[in-house]
Structures are given as C-alpha cells and as structure tokens.
C-alpha cells in the first residue's frame, strides 16, 4: 500500500512539475509585449519548447518562418551536413540595420584589419554576437533554446527590444551539428511516454551506440575547429570570418548531476597565445550571467573544470581571432524529466537556463560594446607589433613527396585566413632542401600571427599539467611535411607570389596509350583512393616489393617499394579502356601514371618478378558497436569511405558469432567488444585462412585477451607507497597515466609493407593515451617504434616518456594468421594525413605480408 502511494505521489508532482513548466511564460522575461503577427515556437513545430525535443527540420522550418515574415531577420546558409541537412544562422536586427547590412558588415570587418583599423570609427557602431547553440548532437537544450532566442528577438516590441536591435547584429545558429541532433531527437521522444519515467536507467536517457553527440561519421564537432575536416565546421568556420563577432557562445551539456557552467574556466590552462585583455573580458560578461541566473534562482560555477588552451573547440577558436569565446555547460537530461541527487532536473528547466545566458550574453555585448570592439582592433594590431619584434619571420614548408598533403595542409592554412606565399628563393637546413619550386613560406609578419604561432611552434613546457583536451597540435608535422622557422636576415626574398587556392596536383597520364605497363608511386596521399578505384573497375594490380628504375616518357626514374603496376596483358581489356579507365582515376586522385614500353629495367627488380605481387582487392569489415570508441570507429570509417571512397561493412559485435566472414579479407577490431567464444574461433578460423586482422588502438587488447596475438603491455607506474598525496592532488596525479594528446617521433623501415609510400626513416606520429607495447626483438615485424627520446611537442611525464621510449607504434604478429597491430592514433581527427598511410597500408598491403617475410634483409 505504501509503495503504491509513493508511486502516486511522483506521478502527480511529474505533472505538476511539467504543467508548471510548459508555455513560454515559463521562459520569458515579465513585463514584455509580442507582436501577435509572429507565430509563437509551438504553431509551428507542434509542441511547447521543452514538451518534446524538436527535431532539426522543425527547427530549421521556423528559423526559415521568421525569415519569410519579418523584417527583422535573414536565414544565412553557410553549409550542408554530411547527411545533407542545411547549416546557418538567423541574422537579428532592426529593420533599419537591415536595410543596411552589407555595409555593416564590411564595416566591421575593417576593424580586424590592421592595415586600416586605425581608421574606423566605432561611434553607433553595432557590436556583433553569435549565438551557437548544441555542437553536439544530444546536448539538446540548446538546441531547443534556440526557438525562444529568435521568437523572443524577432516578436518581442519595446523599448529594450528596440536598444537590442538597433545597437546589435545577433546571429542565431540554431543547431550546429543537425545529424546528431536528429538522431538524439529522435531517440528520446521514441522512448517518452505519455506519463513521463523520471529513472535514469530507463532506455530513453540511455542511447544506443553511437549516440547523437557525434555526427555523421562519429566525429566531435567541437575538436574540428583547427583541423577543419567536416562541412560543418568549414562552413562555420567561413561564416566566421565573414562576420568576425565580438562574442561567440558555445552552448553545452554536462552531466546530469551537475549544475550550470559559464566561462572563465580554469585560469592556470589559459592558452599563453590568447592576450590576457581576452580573459579580463571574459570575467566582466561573466557577472552579467551570475546576475542573470541568480533571477531565476539556478546554481552556476566558474573557474573550474573547463579550460582554453585547445585553440580548435567552438569556445576557444574564437579567442584566438580577436573575439570572446563562452562556453555553457547545462546539467545535461538527457530526456525529458530524470531523477538527480537534487530532486527531479526538468528539460524545459534546461532550456530556460540557455535560454537567460543568452539573453545575458545580448546584456553584456550592449553594454560592453565599445570595449569589444576596441578589443578586436587592438587584438590585430598588436599581433603586427609582436610579430616584427619576434627573432622568427616565418616558417618555409617543403611539398616534399606528397603532394596533395602539401595541397591540403595550404588549404587548410587558407581557410584559416592565414597568409601563405610561394617560396621566393631555395634555402638548405638541416639536411632538407627547401625550393622555390616546391615550397611555401608562411610569414611571422601577418594579422593571424598568434594562430600561425600555435599551429607551428611546438611547445613542451606548461604552466599546468591537466588538460581538457589536446596538449599540441603543430599542424605540419600532422601532414608529414618538412618544415623550418626562417630567423632574421634569412626571411629576405622568402616571400614569394601569393597562394590564393590549394595548390592541388592535377594528375595525368604520361607514355603512349599503347603502353606495355602502367606504374605509379605510393607517396601520394590519394594513392590508396586510385588503387581503390582501379581494383573498382576490374583491373589487376600489382605492388612492388622492391625498387626499381626504368625509363617513362621523360627519362629514367626510380620507383620505390609500393609502387603500383597495372600490366596491359594480364587485363584482359582492350588498350583503350584500360587508358581511358587510368585517365579517369589520375585526373580524381591527382596522380602522375606513367606508361612504359617494356618490363626490363636498367637496375632492380623487372616488371615480371616476384616481388611484383598480384593485390587482391580489400573487402572490409569494421566492428562496431558497444566496446569500440566511437571517435576510433568513425575515424577509419571516414578514411576509408570519405577519403578513399572504399566500400566498408559496418558490422555490431553482437553480428560476429553469425555474420559469414568467407566474405571479407580484411577485418578491423578497433576497440574491446563481447562476443562470444564462437565469434572468436571464427576470426581465428578466418585469420588462418588469409584474412587480414587488423588490432586497432583498444583493438589489442582484444586481440590479446582472446589469444589471436602475443602482446607485452607496458603497464602504467604506480605512485610510490612512499609519497604522501593529497586527495586534492589526484587530477595532477592522474597526468602520471595519461597523455593528453601529444606529438612523437619513431623511425620507420620504408622496405616493410606497412611503411611503403614513406621517403624518409623518421616519421611524427600522435599518441592520444598512455598505451605502451614491449619490443619483442623482431626488427623485421616491427616497422615502427619510438625512438629512445621521442616527445616533439606536447605533455608527457617523465614516467610516461621512460614507458614511451623505444616501445611499439605499429607490427606484425608472426603465427598461423597475420595479425597486424597499430597501437596507436594513425587517423586522428582526420588530420593526421601523415600516419594515414600506414593504416591504409594495412589494409591494402596486410595480403602481401603472407607473401614476402624478407623486409628489411
């Protein structure tokens, strides 16, 4: 009896808590009058803010509405998702700002540009805010949040609305990742009941993998602002600097059992480029959101837990480009209505609470509009001052053997608004020559100087050892490229023509279409995409194994171990389709496929050898699901699909004991999913056989435990029992077993099939956690291993870097079957172009290792 009045009592306060709590008075400000005319939130998408989650084409339909029927607003697109789904923002202002946009705008950007900054004027000018709302997909109160933004711009009249508008330019993204929130969207309103459930063990507050916070291939949209690797944040990215806003907010959640988050976040992990006047700032909005909640009555903190020093997140881009960055972190719902330590946490109490640092964020920029925009004036200017004082003039970049690396790294740099130019003149350092003709110089002496400085300069020094995120991110090392700061004197007739697009190779053909035999180089990083595309069309290729010279149309040259060779007579094709089929494939990837007359070569292997060997064309599976890391997972999903345009099965665990594996010749293990015994002897059956098992990161551990492979882990150092810690200490202690993202070098055999497309012995990597393998003392299978001082940039302590040294990065298991094991990061965040091709490798080449065991003899 007594259960069942408890049971009774939770359901009538879950209704009186959500029937208290529907209806935009509930969020609005007292004392305001709308305009009748403008459809309130609920007419549209069919619900009240906050009753269900909006899915994103409802919230994009009346983003769209109050475009078409006030004068107040303007839908700006600036991108498709990968799924499709249109990125943009609502441009807010009064109608006689409206009138006058464009000049506003260009304006405003004046004020960034050193060059005539000094003249601008910035009497009645408008500051600019940006208001980012939900990066991930099921941070969803933000999104949802967004609604009563723009309704409460667009309808609200009166004086204060009137002082927004006149003296503002909001813009309003709505959703800034719109297929994690359709997916997170649809999740919970599928498992919300009539009676809402308020346990959080319940389905709907739990996900299925992978979850909505991701999109659509599993990458965190909130680390992309550096790498700039989805549509989404390149459109975001050019939408900013199309406007360049004083304030940028990032609006977040955390978890549920916590209370309200808004910046300065932990002052000791400030990033050392970001001027100290950006954080001064900062802490003067901050009280505005103090005041703001305090009227609502919600709990908030500061100065804990979150922190800048990561340039590439929604909240810290901004800080690196003259503007205010705020990020907001809501206890997150996760659903509609959950029970918390504190009581119930509602979805609309969420929504309400984004909603006010919004309206406290429109408060601040008003008020502070002058200092602001004095900021970002100052901000470039001093850039320039900076800049001449530095002994360093700019960095010289050689394209080296990858040419489309070098196109996408400058495209990168472009995107950025950072200045490249051809190199003027050829310089030699340290052993690497730098040409004019295949060079770029980056100047020290531009307004981005601050952002130049952390993308090149690697650091291995800090203030604090606890980071929120990354500890580097020195982007020519990403790409494999060799580059050198240019000091003083030396920078004289550096600067060069000025790059204005990606210097991206065109590709072709060379030879007669009749040729005996096509070749091409495995240097490229597209190489892997145009074997994919030839084994497509049915054509036979073959890789080298050993180098070689003969003569192409041009003369004699050199090809080196992986080289590709497709033979005319072995393709039972006529002569012009295999041309036509090789023009098509050179002119996509950008490479050079060079024809030859005959199969004898001057020196090395000839074209009929052995070490030729005949490639199979890859069919891969890739485990996913419960176990495997999402960002892991969708890192090789997108280089194999996105990048190389490769068929990839995506496979649960749970699919293991009964999917027919005869059908793949290369599996993936990329984390430590539950299967049963069945599904293990399977992959072992199968690996004997001749599939290719591939252990990835976490995927050796699997691999491991289920004895497909021998492996000696380096296990973390435990704190002497002797040292006395305090409780308080245990974060700092924590950085003793973890490596926070940072940047080594290893050396590599270019003869092994793993290494195959690499020109020089030492080779970057990124390594994102404190795993560390035993060398077992086979050289020939363990083609890549830190060297015995490997930190080039980054965080790493000293018990870390003694485990690190002269460990594994990548080998092959001997045995029945060929397990090849990558122990760490080779696809990070998409950007590591660099240590891309050794995966690939993997995939392409693992075949070939049952073939030749002589590497490196």
């Given at each position: 009896?007594?259960?069942?009045?408890?049971?009774?009592?939770?359901?009538?306060?879950?209704?009186l808590?959500?029937k208290?709590?529907t209806?935009?008075?509930?969020?609005?400000?007292d004392?305001?009058?709308?305009?009748?005319?403008?459809?309130?939130?609920?007419?549209?998408?069919?619900?009240?803010?906050?009753?269900?989650?909006?899915?994103?084409?409802?919230?994009?339909?009346?983003?769209?509405?109050l475009d078409?029927?006030?004068?107040?607003?303007?839908?700006?697109?600036?991108?498709?998702?990968?799924e499709?789904?249109?990125?943009?923002?609502?441009?807010i202002?009064?109608?006689?700002?409206?009138?006058?946009l464009e000049?506003?705008?260009?304006?405003?950007?004046?004020?960034?540009?050193p060059?005539?900054?000094?003249?601008?004027?910035?009497?009645?000018?408008?500051?600019i805010?940006?208001l980012?709302?939900?990066?991930?997909?099921?941070?969803?109160?933000?999104?949802?949040?967004?609604l009563?933004?723009a309704?409460y711009?667009?309808?609200?009249?009166?004086?204060?609305?009137?002082?927004?508008?006149?003296?503002?330019?909001?813009l309003?993204?709505?959703?800034?990742?719109?297929?994690?929130?359709?997916?997170?969207?649809?999740?919970?309103?599928?498992?919300?009941?009539?009676?809402?459930?308020?346990?959080?063990?319940?389905?709907?507050?739990?996900?299925?993998?992978?979850?909505?916070r991701?999109?659509?291939?599993w990458?965190?949209l909130?680390?992309?602002?550096?790498m700039?690797?989805?549509?989404?944040t390149?459109?975001?990215?050019?939408?900013?600097?199309?406007?360049?806003?004083?304030?940028?907010?990032d609006?977040?959640e955390?978890?549920?059992?916590?209370?309200?988050f808004?910046?300065p976040g932990?002052?000791?992990?400030?990033?050392?480029?970001?001027?100290?006047?950006?954080?001064?700032?900062?802490?003067?909005?901050?009280?505005?959101?103090?005041?703001?909640?305090?009227?609502?009555?919600?709990?908030y903190?500061?100065e804990?837990?979150?922190?800048?020093?990561?340039?590439?997140?929604?909240s810290?881009?901004?800080?690196?480009?003259?503007?205010?960055?705020?990020?907001?972190?809501?206890?997150?719902?996760k659903?509609?209505?959950?029970?918390?330590?504190?009581?119930l946490?509602?979805?609309?109490?969420?929504?309400?609470?984004?909603?006010n640092?919004?309206?406290?964020?429109?408060?601040?920029?008003?008020?502070?509009?002058?200092?602001?925009?004095?900021?970002?004036?100052?901000?470039?200017l001093?850039?320039?001052?900076?800049?001449e004082?530095?002994?360093i003039?700019?960095?010289?970049?050689?394209a080296?053997?990858?040419?489309?690396?070098?196109?996408?790294?400058i495209?990168?740099?472009?995107r950025?608004?950072?200045?490249?130019?051809?190199?003027?003149?050829?310089?030699?350092?340290?052993?690497?020559?730098?040409s004019?003709?295949?060079?770029?110089?980056?100047?020290?002496?531009?307004?981005?100087?601050?952002?130049?400085?952390s993308?090149?300069?690697?650091?291995?020094?800090?203030k604090?050892?606890?980071f929120?995120?990354?500890?580097?991110?020195?982007l020519?090392?990403?790409?494999n490229?060799?580059?050198?700061?240019?000091?003083?004197?030396?920078?004289?007739?550096?600067?060069?023509?000025?790059?204005?697009?990606?210097p991206?190779?065109?590709?072709?053909?060379?030879?007669?279409?009749?040729?005996?035999a096509?070749?091409?180089?495995?240097?490229?990083?597209y190489?892997?995409?145009?074997?994919?595309?030839?084994?497509?069309?049915?054509l036979?290729?073959?890789v080298?194994?050993?180098?070689?010279?003969?003569?192409i149309?041009?003369?004699?040259?050199?090809?080196?171990?992986?080289?590709?060779?497709?033979h005319?007579?072995?393709?039972?094709?006529?002569?012009?389709?295999?041309?036509?089929i090789?023009?098509?494939?050179?002119?996509?990837?950008?490479?050079?496929i060079h024809?030859?007359?005959?199969?004898?070569?001057?020196?090395?292997?000839?074209?009929?050898?052995n070490?030729?060997?005949?490639?199979?064309?890859?069919?891969?599976?890739?485990?996913?699901?419960?176990?495997?890391?999402?960002?892991?997972?969708?890192?090789?999903?997108?280089?194999?699909?996105?990048?190389?345009?490769?068929?990839?099965?995506?496979?649960p665990?749970?699919?293991?004991?009964?999917?027919?594996?005869?059908?793949?010749?290369?599996?993936?293990?990329?984390?430590?999913?539950?299967?049963?015994?069945?599904?293990?002897?399977?992959?072992?059956?199968?690996?004997?056989?001749?599939?290719?098992?591939?252990?990835?990161?976490g995927?050796?551990?699997?691999?491991?435990?289920?004895?497909?492979?021998?492996?000696?882990?380096?296990?973390?150092?435990s704190?002497p029992?002797?040292?006395?810690?305090?409780?308080?200490?245990?974060?700092?202690d924590?950085?003793?077993?973890s490596i926070?993202?940072?940047?080594?070098?290893?050396?590599?055999?270019?003869?092994?099939p793993?290494?195959?497309?690499y020109?020089?012995?030492?080779?970057?990597?990124f390594?994102?956690?404190?795993?560390?393998?035993?060398?077992?003392g086979?050289?020939?299978?363990?083609?890549?291993?830190?060297?015995?001082s490997?930190?080039?940039?980054g965080?790493?302590?000293?018990?870390?870097?003694?485990?690190?040294?002269?460990?594994?990065?990548?080998?092959?298991?001997?045995?029945?079957?060929?397990?090849?094991?990558?122990?760490?990061?080779?696809?990070?965040?998409?950007?590591?172009?660099?240590?891309?091709?050794?995966?690939?490798?993997a995939?392409f080449?693992?075949?070939?290792?049952?073939?030749?065991s002589?590497?490196?003899?």
């Open positions: 009896m007594m259960k069942r009045v408890l049971v009774s009592s939770v359901i009538i306060i879950v209704s808590i959500m208290a709590q209806g935009l008075s509930y969020y609005l400000p004392g305001l009058t709308f305009d009748k005319s403008v459809p309130v939130p609920a007419s549209f998408i069919g619900h009240e803010v906050g009753e269900w989650h909006v899915t994103h084409d409802k919230l994009l339909g009346y983003m769209k509405l078409n029927i006030s004068g107040r607003a303007k839908w700006e697109e600036y991108g498709r998702s990968w499709g789904r249109p990125l943009g923002q609502l441009v202002t009064s109608e006689k700002n409206m009138a006058r000049e506003i705008r260009l304006e405003h950007l004046r004020l960034s540009d060059a005539v900054s000094g003249t601008v004027v910035t009497d009645g000018m408008p500051v805010i940006k980012g709302y939900g990066v991930h997909g099921n941070e969803s109160s933000a999104q949802n949040a967004s009563l933004t309704y711009l667009v309808a609200g009249q009166g004086p204060e609305i009137d002082r927004i508008l006149d003296n503002a330019i909001i309003v993204d709505p959703c800034l990742n719109p297929d994690g929130l359709q997916r997170h969207s649809t999740w919970v309103n599928m498992y919300r009941g009539t009676t809402l459930t308020t346990d959080p063990t319940g389905r709907e507050f739990n996900e299925a993998w992978p979850g909505g991701t999109n659509h291939y990458f965190d909130n680390r992309d602002y550096i700039l690797q989805h549509p989404e390149v459109g975001r990215v050019e939408a900013f600097f199309r406007w360049m806003p004083n304030i940028n907010t609006h977040h955390m978890g549920a059992n916590s209370t309200f808004f910046q932990v002052k000791s992990r400030n990033n050392p480029m970001v001027p100290e006047a950006n954080q001064e700032l900062t802490a003067e909005i901050s009280k505005y959101h103090a005041r703001q909640l305090d009227s609502i009555g919600s709990l903190y500061t804990e837990s979150f922190d800048d020093y990561y340039l590439g997140k929604g810290s881009y901004p800080d690196a480009h003259g503007s205010i960055g705020i990020l907001f972190e809501q206890a997150g719902v659903g509609h209505l959950r029970e918390v330590p504190g009581g946490l509602s979805f609309p109490f969420a929504i309400r609470n984004q909603f640092v919004s309206l406290s964020t429109i408060e601040a920029g008003l008020t502070l509009r002058t200092k602001l925009l004095d900021m970002q004036r100052e901000f470039y001093t850039a320039l001052r900076e800049a004082s530095s002994p003039k700019g960095y010289v970049i050689s080296g053997d990858d040419k489309s690396a070098a196109g996408r790294f495209e990168n740099l472009l950025h608004r950072i200045e490249v130019r051809r190199c003027g003149r050829t310089i030699t350092r340290n052993g690497v020559t730098y004019s003709t295949d060079s770029y110089f980056v100047p020290s002496r531009q307004k981005e100087y601050r952002f130049v400085r993308l090149f300069e690697p650091v291995v020094t800090f604090d050892t606890v929120y995120d990354i500890s580097t991110w020195v020519p090392l990403a790409f490229l060799s580059y050198t700061p240019v000091n003083g004197s030396e920078a004289a007739g550096m600067a060069g023509e000025r790059v204005m697009s990606a991206m190779p065109e590709g072709g053909l060379t030879g007669s279409s009749s040729s005996y096509w070749l091409f180089e495995w240097t490229d990083t190489a892997p995409k145009a074997l994919n595309m030839i084994q497509k069309a049915g036979i290729a073959r080298a194994a050993k180098p070689f010279t003969i003569s149309e041009t003369g004699e040259k050199t090809f080196g171990h992986g080289t590709i060779m497709i005319s007579g072995e393709n039972r094709r006529s002569q012009d389709e295999i041309t036509g090789l023009e098509n494939v050179a002119r996509e990837c950008g490479i050079t024809g030859v007359s005959t199969g004898l070569t001057p020196s090395g292997i000839d074209l009929g050898s070490e030729l060997i005949p490639l199979k064309m890859p069919s891969v599976m890739l485990v996913i699901d419960e176990g495997t890391p999402t960002d892991d997972a969708g890192e090789i999903w997108h280089l194999l699909d996105a990048r190389y345009g490769m068929q990839v099965t995506l496979i665990a749970s699919r293991l004991a009964s999917a027919r594996l005869s059908r793949y010749n290369v599996i993936i293990i990329a984390g430590n999913p539950s299967v049963p015994q069945s599904a293990v002897d399977n992959i072992r059956d199968w690996n004997r056989e001749g599939g290719t098992l591939i252990a990835y990161k995927g050796n551990r699997w691999v491991a435990a289920n004895g497909l492979a021998a492996i000696s882990f380096i296990e973390n150092a704190l029992a002797t040292m006395q810690r305090k409780y308080s200490e245990k974060w700092p924590r950085a003793l077993h926070p993202g940072s940047i080594f070098m290893t050396r590599i055999d270019l003869t092994h793993l290494c195959f497309g020109t020089r012995e030492y080779l970057p990597v390594k994102s956690d404190a795993t560390a393998v035993m060398f077992s086979d050289t020939h299978n363990s083609p890549v291993r830190y060297i015995s490997p930190l080039l940039s965080y790493c302590s000293k018990e870390n870097l003694d485990r690190i040294s002269n460990s594994v990065f990548a080998c092959v298991h001997g045995g029945p079957g060929r397990v090849i094991s990558i122990y760490d990061d080779t696809n990070f965040r998409a950007i590591w172009y660099g240590t891309a091709r050794i995966f690939a490798n995939v080449f693992g075949q070939a290792l049952r073939q030749e002589r590497y490196g003899q």
